[in-house]
């Protein structure tokens, strides 16, 4: 089992030691686990920084790898909050240290905070939600390289309030995922959607991962984006039949920032 997606107190959204996180990831028998810390510069709330103490963050992945070497397989990650106006800072910090694995997620478009549902919806449709939503990760994916895979593809789902039309953004969509493709590019399996109770609004969806398979693409994480031990490796088997349903047989993992596919 793997979970390429987790968080510890290094995280502003988070407060469990790293430790806690591994043990946990252990007692799940997870045999490989990316810590995958967020950095979101120049978020727009000013209450979560979303910032990293590198310096700090390095050292203990580098002693969580020694210290849990012959029990489990710490994979030194990252989580980089992507905006059209911090690429570059992203890029600086994707490149500073010897990571391994690195999520490029949308936290944030077009200056809004996607947690704050009364400004992102403020005096706009659902409808144009979505398609400045998807343009906005369009425009800044193609200017960006210093990533692996994209997280929680479809987020916005989460926090809107009702769910647009597929053939409003299919178009935008399928752009996305065959850039990925082309570039060797992934997108993650991220089963956070479970424990928000999202149906089959899955992050992303059944027909997302089809369309990736479809234009060619082969990278594909399972995580948990757990922020607390009782959701690492959480949905782990119901990832797995998800990638199945839509045609994948392999998933994933990280070296150096370079895939290794394990069958599942």
């Known amino acids: 089992m793997f979970d390429y997606h987790t968080h510890t107190f290094f995280s502003d959204d988070a407060?469990?030691?790293?430790?806690?996180?591994?043990?946990?990831?252990?007692?799940?028998?997870?045999?490989?686990?990316?810590?995958t810390d967020h950095y979101d510069p120049l978020y727009p709330?000013?209450?979560?920084?979303?910032?990293?103490?590198?310096?700090?963050?390095?050292?203990?992945?580098?002693?969580?790898?020694?210290?849990?070497?012959?029990?489990?397989?710490?994979?030194k990650g990252m989580e980089l909050g992507l905006q059209s106006h911090a690429l570059e800072e992203c890029s600086r910090a994707a490149n500073a240290y010897p990571y391994d694995f690195i999520i490029g997620s949308f936290h944030c478009a077009q200056g809004f905070d996607l947690y704050r549902r009364d400004l992102l919806f403020k005096d706009r449709t659902v409808e144009e939600v979505?398609?400045?939503?998807?343009?906005y990760?369009?425009?800044?994916?193609a200017r960006f390289e210093?990533?692996?895979?994209?997280?929680?593809f479809n987020i916005i789902d989460r926090y809107s309030p009702e769910i647009a039309k597929d053939s409003l953004t299919k178009e935008l969509r399928e752009d996305i995922l065959r850039n990925l493709a082309e570039r060797g590019k992934g997108i993650e399996i991220n089963t956070s959607s479970y424990r928000y109770k999202m149906g089959r609004r899955t992050t992303p969806t059944l027909d997302i991962l089809?369309?990736?398979?479809?234009?060619?693409?082969?990278?594909?994480?399972?995580?948990?984006?757990a922020h607390y031990p009782e959701h690492v490796g959480d949905h782990h088997a119901d990832a797995v039949a998800l990638a199945k349903?839509?045609?994948?047989?392999?998933?994933?993992?990280f070296r150096e920032r370079k895939?290794?596919?394990?069958a599942v």
């Open 15 to 35: 407060n469990i030691p790293m430790d806690e996180m591994i043990e946990a990831a252990c007692k799940a028998g997870i045999t490989e686990m990316a810590i």
């Open 45 to 75: 709330d000013p209450d979560y920084t979303f910032l990293l103490d590198f310096e700090a963050y390095q050292k203990a992945l580098e002693k969580a790898q020694a210290t849990f070497k012959d029990r489990i397989t710490i994979v």
């Open 130 to 135: 979505y398609i400045g939503f998807y343009t």
């Open 137 to 141: 990760m369009k425009d800044c994916l």
């Open 146 to 152: 210093d990533f692996n895979v994209v997280g929680h």
């Open 210 to 225: 089809k369309t990736f398979k479809k234009v060619g693409g082969e990278v594909i994480t399972i995580g948990s984006d």
């Open 245 to 253: 349903e839509a045609g994948f047989r392999y998933v994933a993992t």
């Open 259 to 262: 895939p290794s596919f394990i």
